[in-house]
Protein backbone atom coordinates (compact mmCIF):
# COMPACT_ATOMS: atom_id res chain seq x y z
CA UNK A 1 0.00 0.00 0.00
CA UNK A 2 1.54 3.51 -1.12
CA UNK A 3 1.71 6.69 0.23
CA UNK A 4 -0.88 8.80 -1.21
CA UNK A 5 0.27 12.18 -0.17
CA UNK A 6 1.86 13.58 3.29
CA UNK A 7 -0.41 16.88 4.99
CA UNK A 8 0.91 19.10 7.42
CA UNK A 9 -1.17 20.87 9.88
CA UNK A 10 -0.98 23.18 12.58
CA UNK A 11 -2.43 22.64 15.64
CA UNK A 12 -1.87 23.70 19.67
CA UNK A 13 -0.90 21.56 22.53
CA UNK A 14 -1.42 21.90 25.88
CA UNK A 15 -0.17 25.15 27.05
CA UNK A 16 -1.98 26.92 23.95
CA UNK A 17 0.68 27.27 21.83
CA UNK A 18 1.06 25.86 17.89
CA UNK A 19 2.77 22.86 17.13
CA UNK A 20 2.42 20.60 14.29
CA UNK A 21 0.15 17.38 12.96
CA UNK A 22 1.34 15.32 10.27
CA UNK A 23 -1.20 12.87 8.19
CA UNK A 24 0.12 10.57 5.81
CA UNK A 25 -2.46 9.46 3.80
CA UNK A 26 -2.45 6.08 1.97
CA UNK A 27 -3.64 4.55 -1.25
CA UNK A 28 -6.56 2.64 0.60
CA UNK A 29 -7.79 5.58 2.39
CA UNK A 30 -6.43 5.29 5.65
CA UNK A 31 -4.88 8.42 7.31
CA UNK A 32 -1.96 8.14 9.81
CA UNK A 33 -1.96 11.04 12.09
CA UNK A 34 1.12 12.32 14.56
CA UNK A 35 1.68 15.22 16.78
CA UNK A 36 4.58 16.47 18.43
CA UNK A 37 4.63 18.07 22.02
CA UNK A 38 7.15 20.66 23.05
CA UNK A 39 9.61 21.13 25.91
CA UNK A 40 9.73 24.05 27.81
CA UNK A 41 12.94 23.19 30.13
CA UNK A 42 15.00 22.26 27.23
CA UNK A 43 18.55 20.70 27.25
CA UNK A 44 21.01 22.86 25.08
CA UNK A 45 22.32 19.98 23.50
CA UNK A 46 18.50 18.32 21.86
CA UNK A 47 17.57 18.75 18.46
CA UNK A 48 16.08 22.20 16.95
CA UNK A 49 12.74 22.92 16.99
CA UNK A 50 11.51 25.25 13.79
CA UNK A 51 9.55 28.11 14.38
CA UNK A 52 8.12 30.38 11.58
CA UNK A 53 9.50 33.36 14.11
CA UNK A 54 7.74 36.65 12.37
CA UNK A 55 4.99 38.38 13.70
CA UNK A 56 2.32 35.99 13.94
CA UNK A 57 1.90 34.11 17.11
CA UNK A 58 4.82 35.69 18.68
CA UNK A 59 6.56 33.97 15.82
CA UNK A 60 5.87 30.29 17.53
CA UNK A 61 3.68 29.51 14.73
CA UNK A 62 4.89 26.22 12.43
CA UNK A 63 3.55 27.22 8.59
CA UNK A 64 7.53 26.84 7.55
CA UNK A 65 7.59 22.94 9.05
CA UNK A 66 4.11 22.61 7.09
CA UNK A 67 6.47 23.81 3.89
CA UNK A 68 8.98 21.68 4.24
CA UNK A 69 6.53 18.41 5.02
CA UNK A 70 4.85 19.03 1.82
CA UNK A 71 7.40 20.17 -0.24
CA UNK A 72 10.95 19.09 0.75
CA UNK A 73 9.87 15.49 2.31
CA UNK A 74 6.55 14.36 1.00
CA UNK A 75 8.38 14.58 -2.52
CA UNK A 76 10.43 12.22 -2.00
CA UNK A 77 8.31 9.53 0.35
CA UNK A 78 4.75 9.48 -2.54
CA UNK A 79 4.34 6.01 -4.40
CA UNK A 80 6.43 4.40 -2.01
CA UNK A 81 5.29 1.94 0.66
CA UNK A 82 5.79 3.23 4.52
CA UNK A 83 9.40 2.11 5.48
CA UNK A 84 9.80 3.74 9.56
CA UNK A 85 13.33 3.04 9.64
CA UNK A 86 14.35 3.75 5.71
CA UNK A 87 12.59 6.74 5.91
CA UNK A 88 13.37 8.24 8.81
CA UNK A 89 17.36 7.78 7.19
CA UNK A 90 16.68 9.32 4.25
CA UNK A 91 15.20 12.30 6.41
CA UNK A 92 18.29 12.27 8.09
CA UNK A 93 20.40 12.66 5.08
CA UNK A 94 18.32 15.12 3.71
CA UNK A 95 18.67 17.16 6.93
CA UNK A 96 22.31 17.07 6.74
CA UNK A 97 22.89 18.96 10.03
CA UNK A 98 23.94 17.49 13.38
CA UNK A 99 20.65 19.17 15.31
CA UNK A 100 18.19 18.91 12.51
CA UNK A 101 18.31 22.74 11.83
CA UNK A 102 17.52 22.49 8.49
CA UNK A 103 14.29 20.44 8.36
CA UNK A 104 13.84 20.77 12.06
CA UNK A 105 13.04 18.51 14.60
CA UNK A 106 9.45 18.85 14.76
CA UNK A 107 9.34 18.85 11.21
CA UNK A 108 10.78 14.89 11.35
CA UNK A 109 9.42 13.86 13.98
CA UNK A 110 5.85 14.36 12.72
CA UNK A 111 6.82 12.69 10.05
CA UNK A 112 8.26 9.76 11.29
CA UNK A 113 5.52 9.14 13.91
CA UNK A 114 2.84 9.01 11.13
CA UNK A 115 5.22 6.91 9.13
CA UNK A 116 5.42 4.59 12.25
CA UNK A 117 1.49 4.19 12.51
CA UNK A 118 1.08 3.76 8.49
CA UNK A 119 3.62 0.80 8.44
CA UNK A 120 1.88 -0.67 10.96
CA UNK A 121 -1.56 -0.17 9.67
CA UNK A 122 0.19 -1.90 6.45
CA UNK A 123 1.35 -4.74 8.28
CA UNK A 124 -1.94 -5.58 10.42
CA UNK A 125 -0.20 -5.36 13.90
CA UNK A 126 -0.68 -2.43 16.93
CA UNK A 127 1.78 0.52 17.08
CA UNK A 128 3.43 -1.32 20.08
CA UNK A 129 4.24 -4.04 17.96
CA UNK A 130 5.82 -2.77 15.24
CA UNK A 131 8.18 -1.22 17.50
CA UNK A 132 9.15 -4.48 19.31
CA UNK A 133 9.64 -6.02 16.05
CA UNK A 134 11.53 -3.22 14.56
CA UNK A 135 13.64 -2.69 17.64
CA UNK A 136 14.82 -6.78 18.10
CA UNK A 137 12.43 -7.22 21.48
CA UNK A 138 12.27 -11.06 22.47
CA UNK A 139 9.36 -9.76 24.61
CA UNK A 140 7.04 -6.66 25.77
CA UNK A 141 6.74 -5.16 28.69
CA UNK A 142 4.37 -2.65 30.58
CA UNK A 143 6.20 0.00 32.01
CA UNK A 144 6.00 1.61 35.66
CA UNK A 145 4.21 4.82 35.55
CA UNK A 146 5.82 7.56 37.32
CA UNK A 147 2.69 10.47 38.03
CA UNK A 148 3.59 13.79 38.62
CA UNK A 149 1.74 14.95 41.60
CA UNK A 150 3.62 18.74 42.08
CA UNK A 151 4.77 20.84 39.84
CA UNK A 152 7.47 23.57 40.39
CA UNK A 153 10.28 24.99 38.68
CA UNK A 154 9.83 26.57 34.65
CA UNK A 155 6.62 24.25 34.83
CA UNK A 156 4.50 26.02 37.54
CA UNK A 157 4.06 29.64 38.88
CA UNK A 158 5.06 29.21 42.90
CA UNK A 159 8.67 29.02 44.50
CA UNK A 160 9.51 25.52 43.75
CA UNK A 161 12.97 24.81 43.23
CA UNK A 162 12.24 21.08 42.37
CA UNK A 163 10.63 20.47 38.63
CA UNK A 164 8.30 17.24 39.17
CA UNK A 165 7.50 15.74 43.04
CA UNK A 166 6.39 12.45 40.87
CA UNK A 167 4.72 9.01 43.10
CA UNK A 168 5.58 5.76 41.75
CA UNK A 169 3.25 2.90 43.13
CA UNK A 170 5.45 -0.32 43.81
CA UNK A 171 4.96 -4.10 44.85
CA UNK A 172 1.60 -3.95 41.95
CA UNK A 173 1.07 -6.67 39.44
CA UNK A 174 -0.79 -4.62 37.17
CA UNK A 175 -0.47 -1.38 35.40
CA UNK A 176 -4.53 -0.97 36.51
CA UNK A 177 -3.65 -1.30 39.92
CA UNK A 178 -0.71 1.16 39.83
CA UNK A 179 -2.86 3.99 37.95
CA UNK A 180 -5.99 3.36 40.91
CA UNK A 181 -3.06 3.59 43.94
CA UNK A 182 -2.01 7.10 41.71
CA UNK A 183 -5.35 8.49 41.86
CA UNK A 184 -5.94 7.85 45.26
CA UNK A 185 -2.77 9.43 45.90
CA UNK A 186 -3.53 12.12 43.53
CA UNK A 187 -7.20 12.97 45.32
CA UNK A 188 -5.77 12.52 48.61
CA UNK A 189 -2.83 15.40 48.42
CA UNK A 190 -5.52 17.49 46.92
CA UNK A 191 -7.52 17.09 50.29
CA UNK A 192 -4.11 18.09 52.58
CA UNK A 193 -3.30 20.81 50.15
CA UNK A 194 -7.20 22.50 50.83
CA UNK A 195 -7.22 21.55 54.22
CA UNK A 196 -3.82 23.72 54.66
CA UNK A 197 -5.25 26.59 52.23
CA UNK A 198 -3.19 26.16 49.55
CA UNK A 199 -4.35 25.89 46.26
CA UNK A 200 -5.06 22.81 43.97
CA UNK A 201 -4.81 24.73 40.63
CA UNK A 202 -2.59 22.59 38.32
CA UNK A 203 0.43 22.77 36.51
CA UNK A 204 1.47 23.01 32.70
CA UNK A 205 2.14 19.00 33.65
CA UNK A 206 -1.13 18.00 35.93
CA UNK A 207 0.17 17.72 38.79
CA UNK A 208 -0.37 20.46 41.33
CA UNK A 209 1.21 23.52 41.71
CA UNK A 210 0.38 25.44 45.67
CA UNK A 211 2.60 28.19 46.56
CA UNK A 212 4.35 25.90 49.58
CA UNK A 213 6.31 27.15 51.53
CA UNK A 214 9.53 25.29 50.98
CA UNK A 215 10.26 21.97 48.72
CA UNK A 216 10.72 20.30 51.78
CA UNK A 217 6.99 21.45 53.46
CA UNK A 218 6.12 19.98 49.53
CA UNK A 219 7.66 16.64 50.57
CA UNK A 220 6.64 16.31 54.06
CA UNK A 221 2.78 16.95 52.75
CA UNK A 222 3.84 14.34 49.94
CA UNK A 223 4.86 11.58 52.83
CA UNK A 224 2.01 12.42 55.16
CA UNK A 225 -0.34 11.59 52.48
CA UNK A 226 1.65 8.62 50.91
CA UNK A 227 1.74 7.31 54.54
CA UNK A 228 -1.80 7.60 54.79
CA UNK A 229 -2.91 6.36 51.22
CA UNK A 230 -0.81 3.00 52.39
CA UNK A 231 -1.83 2.30 56.14
CA UNK A 232 -5.79 2.68 54.48
CA UNK A 233 -4.69 0.60 51.50
CA UNK A 234 -2.01 -1.40 52.31
CA UNK A 235 -0.40 0.53 48.89
CA UNK A 236 2.94 1.37 48.69
CA UNK A 237 4.77 4.43 46.93
CA UNK A 238 7.48 5.87 46.31
CA UNK A 239 8.79 9.62 45.73
CA UNK A 240 10.86 10.45 42.59
CA UNK A 241 11.89 13.71 41.79
CA UNK A 242 13.27 15.87 38.79
CA UNK A 243 15.24 18.67 39.74
CA UNK A 244 16.37 20.44 36.21
CA UNK A 245 19.44 21.64 38.25
CA UNK A 246 20.78 23.32 34.75
CA UNK A 247 17.73 25.64 35.41
CA UNK A 248 19.35 26.84 38.64
CA UNK A 249 23.15 26.43 37.36
CA UNK A 250 25.16 29.87 37.42
CA UNK A 251 27.31 28.94 34.53
CA UNK A 252 29.30 32.16 35.48
CA UNK A 253 30.62 31.26 39.01
CA UNK A 254 30.30 27.43 38.29
CA UNK A 255 27.44 26.83 41.54
CA UNK A 256 24.01 26.24 41.86
CA UNK A 257 21.23 28.49 43.39
CA UNK A 258 19.56 26.70 45.90
CA UNK A 259 17.84 28.14 48.79
CA UNK A 260 19.05 31.59 47.98
CA UNK A 261 22.87 30.45 48.20
CA UNK A 262 25.40 29.21 45.43
CA UNK A 263 26.62 25.76 46.52
CA UNK A 264 28.87 23.93 44.83
CA UNK A 265 28.21 20.57 43.36
CA UNK A 266 29.40 18.86 46.34
CA UNK A 267 27.05 20.85 48.07
CA UNK A 268 24.61 19.67 45.84
CA UNK A 269 25.39 16.11 46.44
CA UNK A 270 25.01 16.43 50.35
CA UNK A 271 21.55 17.93 50.00
CA UNK A 272 20.86 15.23 47.91
CA UNK A 273 22.05 12.71 50.58
CA UNK A 274 20.04 14.37 53.19
CA UNK A 275 16.70 14.28 51.40
CA UNK A 276 17.18 10.43 50.54
CA UNK A 277 17.97 9.79 53.98
CA UNK A 278 14.79 11.88 54.95
CA UNK A 279 12.23 10.89 52.63
CA UNK A 280 11.14 7.91 50.61
CA UNK A 281 13.26 9.01 47.39
CA UNK A 282 13.94 6.35 44.86
CA UNK A 283 14.81 8.53 41.96
CA UNK A 284 16.60 11.97 41.72
CA UNK A 285 16.38 13.34 37.68
CA UNK A 286 18.89 15.86 36.73
CA UNK A 287 20.52 16.45 40.25
CA UNK A 288 22.96 18.47 38.89
CA UNK A 289 23.23 20.78 35.25
CA UNK A 290 23.83 19.22 31.53
CA UNK A 291 27.92 19.79 31.01
CA UNK A 292 28.68 19.17 34.87
CA UNK A 293 30.38 15.65 33.79
CA UNK A 294 32.66 15.72 36.93
CA UNK A 295 29.59 16.37 39.21
CA UNK A 296 27.45 13.80 37.72
CA UNK A 297 30.21 11.14 38.20
CA UNK A 298 30.79 12.43 41.70
CA UNK A 299 26.97 12.38 42.26
CA UNK A 300 26.86 8.93 40.98
CA UNK A 301 29.72 7.61 43.30
CA UNK A 302 28.00 9.08 46.17
CA UNK A 303 24.25 8.13 45.26
CA UNK A 304 24.05 4.89 43.03
CA UNK A 305 23.41 2.45 45.89
CA UNK A 306 20.42 4.55 47.69
CA UNK A 307 18.54 6.16 44.17
CA UNK A 308 18.10 6.06 40.57
CA UNK A 309 20.25 9.00 39.01
CA UNK A 310 18.75 9.89 35.99
CA UNK A 311 19.97 11.57 32.67
CA UNK A 312 17.97 14.27 30.72
CA UNK A 313 19.43 17.31 30.10
CA UNK A 314 22.84 15.72 30.23
CA UNK A 315 21.77 12.93 27.80
CA UNK A 316 19.45 14.57 25.54
CA UNK A 317 18.46 11.34 23.74
CA UNK A 318 21.75 11.32 21.86
CA UNK A 319 23.50 8.32 21.19
CA UNK A 320 27.17 10.29 21.43
CA UNK A 321 25.68 11.97 24.66
CA UNK A 322 24.83 8.59 26.00
CA UNK A 323 27.95 7.53 25.21
CA UNK A 324 30.06 9.43 27.20
CA UNK A 325 27.34 9.15 29.87
CA UNK A 326 28.37 5.51 29.47
CA UNK A 327 31.87 6.53 29.55
CA UNK A 328 32.51 8.53 31.79
CA UNK A 329 30.19 6.31 34.39
CA UNK A 330 27.15 9.16 35.18
CA UNK A 331 24.26 7.80 35.41
CA UNK A 332 22.12 4.36 36.04
CA UNK A 333 18.67 6.12 34.06
CA UNK A 334 18.39 8.05 30.84
CA UNK A 335 15.38 9.58 29.74
CA UNK A 336 14.41 9.23 26.34
CA UNK A 337 12.14 11.89 24.64
CA UNK A 338 11.47 11.43 20.85
CA UNK A 339 11.61 15.39 20.23
CA UNK A 340 15.04 15.51 21.53
CA UNK A 341 16.51 14.02 18.27
CA UNK A 342 14.02 13.90 15.82
CA UNK A 343 12.76 10.86 14.70
CA UNK A 344 11.64 7.53 16.27
CA UNK A 345 14.18 5.63 15.11
CA UNK A 346 17.28 7.06 16.68
CA UNK A 347 15.00 7.19 19.59
CA UNK A 348 14.93 3.26 19.63
CA UNK A 349 18.59 3.63 18.76
CA UNK A 350 19.20 5.14 22.35
CA UNK A 351 16.93 2.95 24.20
CA UNK A 352 18.82 0.06 22.79
CA UNK A 353 22.27 1.37 23.69
CA UNK A 354 20.80 2.33 27.03
CA UNK A 355 19.57 -1.18 27.51
CA UNK A 356 22.74 -2.93 26.16
CA UNK A 357 24.72 -0.64 28.49
CA UNK A 358 22.64 -1.50 32.04
CA UNK A 359 21.50 1.31 32.18
CA UNK A 360 17.41 2.08 32.90
CA UNK A 361 15.41 4.34 30.36
CA UNK A 362 12.12 6.16 31.44
CA UNK A 363 10.00 7.14 28.31
CA UNK A 364 8.82 10.49 28.95
CA UNK A 365 6.07 12.91 27.83
CA UNK A 366 6.89 16.95 27.28
CA UNK A 367 5.23 20.11 29.21
CA UNK A 368 3.41 21.42 25.80
CA UNK A 369 1.45 17.96 25.14
CA UNK A 370 -0.79 16.81 22.47
CA UNK A 371 -3.18 14.12 22.51
CA UNK A 372 -1.38 11.80 20.93
CA UNK A 373 0.08 8.25 22.45
CA UNK A 374 2.80 7.13 20.85
CA UNK A 375 5.48 7.09 23.55
CA UNK A 376 2.81 4.51 25.29
CA UNK A 377 3.63 2.30 22.19
CA UNK A 378 7.18 3.33 22.56
CA UNK A 379 7.60 2.34 26.30
CA UNK A 380 5.73 -0.95 25.40
CA UNK A 381 7.13 -1.97 22.72
CA UNK A 382 10.99 -1.27 23.38
CA UNK A 383 10.73 -2.73 26.76
CA UNK A 384 11.65 0.49 28.22
CA UNK A 385 10.61 -0.11 31.51
CA UNK A 386 9.31 3.36 32.82
CA UNK A 387 7.36 6.43 32.09
CA UNK A 388 6.63 9.58 32.83
CA UNK A 389 3.19 10.75 31.59
CA UNK A 390 2.48 13.65 33.83
CA UNK A 391 -0.34 14.09 36.58
CA UNK A 392 -3.51 11.64 36.69
CA UNK A 393 -5.28 14.79 35.56
CA UNK A 394 -5.69 16.90 31.79
CA UNK A 395 -6.25 14.96 29.19
CA UNK A 396 -3.12 14.88 27.08
CA UNK A 397 -1.93 13.19 30.08
CA UNK A 398 -4.75 10.90 30.77
CA UNK A 399 -4.25 9.52 26.77
CA UNK A 400 -1.09 8.06 27.56
CA UNK A 401 -1.98 6.25 30.58
CA UNK A 402 -5.56 5.24 29.18
CA UNK A 403 -2.96 3.89 25.84
CA UNK A 404 -1.52 1.73 28.10
CA UNK A 405 -4.81 0.45 30.01
CA UNK A 406 -6.11 -0.49 26.74
CA UNK A 407 -2.97 -2.69 25.78
CA UNK A 408 -2.39 -4.44 28.89
CA UNK A 409 -6.03 -5.34 28.50
CA UNK A 410 -5.42 -6.56 25.57
CA UNK A 411 -2.43 -8.31 26.90
CA UNK A 412 -4.30 -10.03 29.63
CA UNK A 413 -7.06 -11.24 27.27
CA UNK A 414 -4.72 -13.22 25.04
CA UNK A 415 -3.06 -15.43 27.05
Known sequence: MRIASIIGHEIYDSRGWPTLLCAVHLEDGFIAYASVPTGLSRSKHEARELRDCDKRL?????????????????????GQEPNA?????????????????YLGANTML????????????????????????????ESITIPFPFFNVINGGAHAQNNLRIQEFMIVPVGVPTFRE????????????????????????????????????????????????LEKVGDSEGNRCVI?????????????????LWNKKQVTSKEMIEIYEDLVSTYPIYSIEDGLSEDDWSGWQAMKAALQTKVQLVADDLTATNVDRIAQCIEQDCATSVII?????????????AIKLCKENNLNTIVSHRSGETEDSFISDIAIGA????LKAGGPSRSERLTKYNRILRIEDTLVAKV
Not at 199 to 222: H, N, Q, R, W, Y
Open 383 to 386: SAGQ
Open 178 to 225: SMEIGVVVYQELKNALTKRGYSTAVGDEGGFSPEVKSDEEALDILTEV
Open 110 to 137: AVSMALYRAQAHIDGIELYELIGYLFGA
Open 58 to 78: WGKGVRKTIEIIEQVIAPEFI
Open 337 to 349: KPNQIGTITETLQ
Open 240 to 256: ALDFAASQFYDKLAHKY
Open 85 to 101: IAMDFKMIEMDGSADKS
